[in-house]
């Protein structure tokens, strides 16, 4: 079972990006997949996270409003959508249970470098 982020990249400010969080060896039915960040020198942060079924969505307040957390059930995938970035959200993203991560799903993740 993985869980495997990607869509990373280097993006100006004030620009977006989507990520992408792929599920293989296993079918996401329930449960919550989160999106958490680590920055250069800073401790891992949640982002954003949603609640499979239903949909409910919750997010941190630093980006509540500029990012997006979303589903597609037939690609057992979830996305970030990431709008107005700002160079502090420059971070390493991955993906993972929420609120409580399962160790072995922490993969490289996707780096998201924000220029000012």
């Known amino acids: 079972v993985q869980l495997q982020a990607s869509g990373g990249g280097l993006v100006q400010a004030g620009g977006s990006l989507r990520l992408s969080c792929a599920a293989s060896?296993?079918?996401?039915?329930?449960?919550?997949i989160g999106w958490f960040r680590q920055a250069p020198g800073k401790e891992r942060e949640f982002v954003a996270a949603?609640?499979?079924?239903?949909?409910?969505?919750f997010y941190a307040d630093s980006v509540e409003g500029r990012f997006t957390i979303s589903r597609d059930n037939a690609k057992n995938t979830v996305y970030l959508q990431m709008n107005s970035l700002k160079p502090e959200d420059t971070a390493v993203y991955h993906c993972?249970?929420?609120?409580?991560?399962?160790?072995?799903?922490w993969g490289q993740g996707t780096l998201v470098t924000v220029s000012s």
């Open positions: 060896g296993r079918t996401i039915s329930g449960g919550n």
């Open positions: 993972n249970n929420y609120p409580v991560p399962t160790t072995r799903y």
């Open positions: 949603l609640r499979w079924n239903g949909g409910h969505t």
